[in-house]
T-cell receptor, first 109, second 114 residues
Framework: AQRVTQPEKLLSVFKGAPVELKCNYS??????LFWYVQYSRQRLQLLLR??SRESIKGFTADLNKGETSFHLKKPFAQEEDSAMYYC???????????FGEGTQLTVNP | ETGVTQSPTHLIKTRGQQVTLRCSSQ?????VSWYQQALGQGPQFIFQ???????GRGNFPPRFSGLQFPNYSSELNVNALELDDSALYLC?????????????FGPGTRLLVL
């Protein structure tokens, strides 16, 4: 069965510092990976997906199949990046999303 | 374009009761997925409906059931409520083949079972 692990429940950095939110997955096939974000009092929303290979709000994530990881990175964190971040996996043949437990990112001034 | 809406926003029930949660999908979307999010956890997939048919189910007992209507809105029904059913229930809509496209989430319904 597929599984997504986010080892850090809480992550705190200072404004302007680099940030990396870790995500590891287990899945026997070729998964599709996503990062979802939930800002305070807002709904869960898609941040980026690996097949798009794009940078959203300065965030990037590279799928590393050898290490089964999909870490989210930003070189210079901003206070408005403070939010809950969820890594999610979708099977190639299915439709369900399997989420990690989430990482609460706090960017301090 | 209207986003995903859910009703009610909050609900309190007692153990053994039944509850119905509702979701209106985003305009143009034909697929609805339901997730349960317990406190401090990530969302867990309950099931998905595509064009009024169930299309995939997670590890939830049969007392969790659903329905999708011709306008693609959806209901989640939970019978014989248990204390552990207390959670935030999210629905997400998408378009394309059975949720292959991006899923857009509603604000959720917070259910408390006493």
């Amino acid at each position: 069965a597929q599984r997504v692990t986010q080892p850090e429940k809480l992550l705190s950095v200072f404004k302007g510092a680099p940030v990396e939110l870790k995500c590891n997955y287990s899945y026997s096939g070729s998964p599709e990976l996503f990062w979802y974000v939930q800002y305070s009092r807002q709904r869960l929303q898609l941040l980026l997906r690996h097949i798009s290979r794009e940078s959203i709000k300065g965030f990037t994530a590279d799928l590393n199949k050898g290490e089964t990881s999909f870490h989210l990175k930003k070189p210079f964190a901003q206070e408005e990046d403070s939010a809950m971040y969820y890594c999610a996996l979708k099977e190639t043949s299915g439709s369900r999303l399997t989420f990690g437990e989430g990482t609460q990112l706090t960017v301090n001034p | 374009e209207t986003g995903v809406t859910q009703s009610p926003t909050h609900l309190i029930k007692t153990r053994g009761q039944q509850v119905t949660l509702r979701c209106s999908s985003q305009s143009g979307h034909n697929t609805v997925s339901w997730y349960q999010q317990a406190l401090g956890q990530g969302p867990q997939f309950i099931f998905q409906y595509y064009r009024e048919e169930e299309n995939g189910r997670g590890n939830f007992p049969p007392r969790f059931s659903g329905l999708q209507f011709p306008n693609y809105s959806s209901e989640l029904n939970v019978n014989a409520l248990e204390l552990d059913d207390s959670a935030l229930y999210l629905c997400a809509s998408s378009t394309g083949l059975a949720g292959a496209e991006t899923q857009y989430f509603g604000p959720g319904t917070r259910l408390l079972v006493l």
